[in-house]
């Protein structure tokens, strides 16, 4: 048998011209695929950075995929199959390239997104305050993306679709009011950014502790009894919002009121208060502790002892240590803490 008759039954016979572009599919996405990774990969070897031999990872085998669909796709059009099957056939193997390259494309922005957010030499303040929206931003034009292409591939008009839905949309919003708010509020809290992930906070409904995870549609803080409370971000974008991380830096100073008796030795109650600031370890020794002689209150001396703490959820069990110590303090150099006393005069009647 020679060639042209091994080419006449190939090519007149619609089965084997299938299988023959088939294979052919398998073998052209088979060199594409290797020369995609050969030379790219040299390329991105001369690059300082690993993103791109990622990304490279990610990327070959949904083009190596796409080629062999496509040639699939191609030989199914050869064979002598009624157009409904042929529509579905097509419609499938579209799907499964968009869903194929979606996943690629969703698994390289997710790497893209740790990557940049863990890169040094960025301002950390802004890099945590916009990861986050980029982050949802990103998957949500990612997920709408996939499905217009879905519908693409099955040739459903999405713009008639889009016109006819106005009506339902207006229905739906109104259903569904309270997602719509929280994702807004969520994009918005991003945005202006009153907190960012690893903040320590206190809500006016008072919730406090560190912000877990910053969502589309809520906010997860995990508070100091290891119990994490989500919370609409509709609610939390109108509650009042204490921040006791957003300073400069996320050291808090704390001030411990203390009342002494009329008569005391003040310079003797700032030294042992001072003393013992200072000799806590778990007070920062910059800034210095500080002792202030407030006012002179109605049944004693009101003095303010100032000092500073690593951090805020510290503020509990430091001021614990730092009032058990004054009191047993004050009583070893006899000063006294004073308590509310009233005189009462009793005026007896003159007819009595």
Not at 76 to 90: K, R, T, W
């Amino acid at each position: 048998m020679n060639y042209e008759q091994i080419y006449n039954i190939i090519f007149t016979n619609p089965f084997y011209k299938a299988i023959f572009y088939i294979l052919l599919s398998i073998l052209v996405a088979k060199i594409s695929d290797l020369i995609f990774k050969s030379l790219l990969r040299k390329m991105a070897g001369k690059t300082k950075t690993t993103i791109d031999d990622h990304i490279i990872d990610i990327l070959h085998r949904p083009i190596y995929l796409s080629i062999l669909f496509v040639g699939l796709g191609f030989s199914a059009s050869l064979l002598d199959i009624l157009s409904s099957i042929q529509f579905i056939i097509n419609g499938s193997l579209k799907t499964i390239i968009v869903i194929i390259w979606g996943s690629a494309i969703f698994k390289s922005f997710i790497y893209t997104i740790n990557w940049y957010s863990s890169k040094s030499g960025l301002r950390k303040q802004n890099q945590k305050r916009l990861m986050p929206l980029f982050d949802n931003l990103g998957k949500i034009i990612i997920f709408i993306a996939v499905i217009y292409f879905i519908f693409i591939s099955w040739g459903i008009n999405v713009t008639g679709w889009l016109a006819s839905a106005g009506i339902l949309g207006i229905v739906l919003g109104l259903a569904a009011k309270d997602t719509l708010a929280n994702l807004f509020a969520g994009i918005f809290i991003m945005a202006d950014s009153p907190y960012k992930e690893g903040d320590y906070i206190n809500l006016d409904t008072g919730e406090r502790g560190y912000v877990k995870n910053i969502g589309i549609r809520s906010t997860r803080i995990m508070t100091r009894d290891d119990i994490e409370i989500t919370i609409p971000n509709s609610v939390i974008a109108n509650s009042k919002i204490i921040n006791e991380s957003g300073g400069p830096v996320e050291m808090e100073r704390v001030r411990v009121n203390v009342s002494v008796a009329y008569g005391s030795d003040i310079e003797k109650v700032r030294s042992v208060l001072m003393e013992i600031a200072q000799s806590n370890d778990e007070v920062c020794s910059e800034p210095l502790p500080r002792v202030r002689f407030r006012e002179f209150g109605d049944s004693a001396l009101i003095f303010q002892l100032l000092f500073w703490i690593e951090k805020p959820e510290m503020r509990g069990r430091v001021v614990d240590s730092v009032n058990s110590v004054i009191y047993n303090r004050f009583i070893d150099h006899n000063i006294e803490i004073p308590f509310p006393q009233r005189t009462i005069h009793i005026k007896k009647s003159i007819d009595e």
